[in-house]
């Protein structure tokens, strides 16, 4: 058969090719109680789940960027994404018939205590796209402009926040965690002034909006909102709405949502909350505020602000200034903290079950649930078929993992590098000095410390040891290792990159780190320089360890 027969041809049947063809839903709008009043003004919105508010316009919207797998998973032709009437909607210019504009409101725990009404302050749902293919997805502008929720704030974000979320939530999606999408990235033609440190240093900064999506945006804070206010009916709407369209199957057709149906709800959400934490683990992200009011009740990976990826194993690490003194959101925190917030979910809830048992069993499974996610997931980067349990330890599976932290954190060694090329050894024969040039790779000290050397050399002899005994081939130990262990994330410093580059109008670094992070677990050899671990510039530099919560 000639070449060009076999070359798959692009086909857009089944795609929206023109603006008049999508179709909305406003199911959350339509079914939920609204904020009577339709201004901007700040307030506080009582006994509503929403406020109707549209985007203010922009002076010139430009479409820097968009995910063109989530544009065909959404079925939305690429010239679409080009059309600028298209643009104008991704931009907040225009909104389109179907569609019905608002800002939810919710409130949150933030840093350990109770922030009282949070809410949309910035973000601005457009409503439901309904796909060629019926499937329902929301459509929310970042940086849109000023709602009733925005406090102080100007309702803006800027590029480099804005890129870091959009970049971030396709490569997370892509490397199998649980996260919204983001399908546009677009300038706004306007500035926006931000003190970036928060030290008294306020400058303008180029303004810009994220298209983000998911099945719903709902956070545990916009529960906690109404226990914390008394008004329990408006709480077991919202709860009654989030079952019976996001968790279908704990509410059949037909049937009456009761105590029961919330307490399936509740242990769903610690289920899907450890799996995504355990995620985050296994391909060393941190997400920086695990405030109530950014934990998805879908366990979703949501919000994307003062993020940071793992460079050497530290499991103390956070890169979010704002939370420097107590650094309550670091990497080793996170199954902990996100404990502590179903807890208030659990107490948000609680009002509408009739005494607590069933909520303290969701939190208890979380526990469990974790901890048996957490092991399978380190059996998958060690090339395990299991690792047992504490009780039960008949290969000293418990202290492989302990000392391998140890060794990780006893010189800076980077965590992607490490695991990736430790894949490599499962197929190679022991060799002391060819095992430690491998790992030569992932060290950040040159020369490393005699005393680590030989504690990793110690551990590695160990690792090959427990693989001999657990008896797989290794080309398949290999395989489940590459499939476990990402060969390119979204480091610190090539977001920053990526950054500076569209800062000075040059785009092609975000498009070639968007294409590579669509396949992080393949080898890809001419972008080998995405995989390497980070310079030295980028370890002091703002924006590459160091972030805070102004974007
Ligand atoms: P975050 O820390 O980004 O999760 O935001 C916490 C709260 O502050 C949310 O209610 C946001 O909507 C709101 N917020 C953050 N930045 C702005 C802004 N520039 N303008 C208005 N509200 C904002
Ligand atoms: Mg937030």
């Given at each position: 058969m000639?070449r ?5 041809v692009?086909s857009?049947a089944?795609?929206y ?9 406003d199911?959350?709008v ?17 006994g509503a ?14 479409l ?5 797998p989530?544009a065909?998973?959404?079925g939305?032709a ?14 907040g210019n225009?909104v ?30 457009l409503?439901?796209?309904v796909?060629?293919?019926?499937a329902?997805?929301e ?11 925005s406090?102080?704030g100007?309702?803006?974000?800027v ?19 649980p996260?919204?999408r983001?399908l546009?990235?677009v300038?706004t033609?306007?500035n926006v ?14 303004g ?6 998911a099945?719903s ?5 916009n529960?906690e909102i109404f ?21 279908p199957a704990?509410?059949?057709t037909?049937?009456v949502a ?6 399936a709800w509740?242990?769903e959400?610690?289920?899907r909350?450890a799996?995504?934490v ?6 060393g ?21 003062p993020?940071g990826?793992?460079?050497?194993f ?8 704002t939370?420097?003194?107590?650094r309550?959101y670091?990497?080793?925190q996170?199954?902990?903290?996100a404990?502590?917030n179903l ?5 948000a809830?609680a009002?509408?079950?009739p005494?607590?048992g069933?909520l303290e ?10 901890g048996e996610?957490?092991r399978?997931s ?12 504490d009780d039960?330890?008949p290969h000293?599976?418990?202290a ?8 990780l954190?006893?010189t800076p060694?980077d ?5 990736r ?9 022991f060799d002391a000095?060819?095992w ?11 020369p ?11 551990w590695?002899r ?9 008896g ?10 590459d499939a476990a262990?990402?060969?390119y994330?979204?480091?610190?410093y090539?977001?920053?990159?990526a ?12 498009s ?12 890809q050899?001419?972008?080998e320089?995405?995989?390497?671990k980070r ?9 590459c360890?160091?972030?805070s919560c102004?974007?």
């Open positions: 000639p060009a027969a076999v070359r798959a692009p857009f089944g795609l090719t023109r603006l008049q063809d999508l179709r909305f839903d199911r959350f339509r079914e939920l109680p609204a904020d009577p009043r339709e201004d901007r003004g700040r307030r506080q919105v009582l789940c929403h406020s109707a508010v549209t985007p203010t316009p922009v002076a010139a919207p430009r820097l960027a968009y995910s063109e989530l065909a998973e959404l939305l690429p010239a679409l994404l080009h059309d600028p009437a298209f643009v104008a909607v991704l931009a225009a389109l018939p179907g569609m019905r504009p608002f800002a939810a409101c919710y409130g949150g725990h933030q840093f350990g205590n109770w922030a009282g009404q949070l809410g949309d302050g910035r973000a601005i749902g409503g439901e796209l796909t060629p293919a019926g329902r997805v459509l929310q502008l970042k940086g849109a402009g000023p709602t009733p929720y406090r102080a100007d309702g803006r974000a590029l480099r926040s804005s890129l870091r979320e959009f970049a971030c939530s396709e490569a997370m999606h892509h490397l199998g965690v996260t919204t983001a546009s990235l300038t033609g306007e002034v931000r003190d970036m440190l928060y030290d008294g240093n306020p400058r303008a900064e180029p810009a909006i994220v298209c983000r999506t099945p945006f709902l956070r545990f804070g529960y226990t914390s206010r008394g008004e329990t009916d408006t709480l077991a709407r919202l709860l009654e709405h989030t079952v019976r369209h996001h968790f704990l509410l059949p037909g049937s009761d105590a029961q149906t919330w307490a509740f242990a959400v610690c289920e909350t799996a995504m355990v995620h985050w683990m296994r391909v992200f941190v997400h920086g505020v695990m405030n109530t009011d950014n934990m998805s009740v879908l366990g979703l990976t949501i919000d994307y602000g993020y990826w793992i460079d050497d530290d499991l103390d690490w956070t890169p979010n200034t939370d420097a003194a107590t309550r670091r990497f080793g996170q199954g902990q903290v404990a502590w807890a208030r979910l659990a107490r809830i009002p509408l079950l005494d607590t069933a069993q969701g939190l208890s499974r979380y526990v469990q649930r974790y996610l957490q399978r380190l059996a998958d980067k060690l090339g395990l078929h299991a690792l047992v349990g039960d330890d000293g599976d418990v492989l993992v302990d000392e391998l932290f140890a060794t954190s006893q060694t965590m992607t590098i490490f695991f090329r430790l894949g490599a050894l499962a197929t190679a024969s000095s060819s430690l040039s491998a790992v030569q790779h992932a060290w950040y000290d040159d490393v410390d005699p005393a680590a050397r030989a504690r990793m050399l110690a590695l160990r690792w090959h040891e427990r693989c001999a005994r657990d797989d081939e290794p080309a398949r130990r290999r395989a489940r290792m262990n990402p060969k994330v979204l480091r610190n090539l977001a920053q990159e950054i500076d580059a569209a800062t000075a109008g040059d785009l092609s670094p975000l070639t780190l968007m294409t590579v992070l669509q396949h992080p677990y393949d080898e050899p001419e972008h320089r995405l995989a390497a310079p030295e510039w980028a370890r002091t530099r703002v924006g360890s160091m972030l102004s974007s």
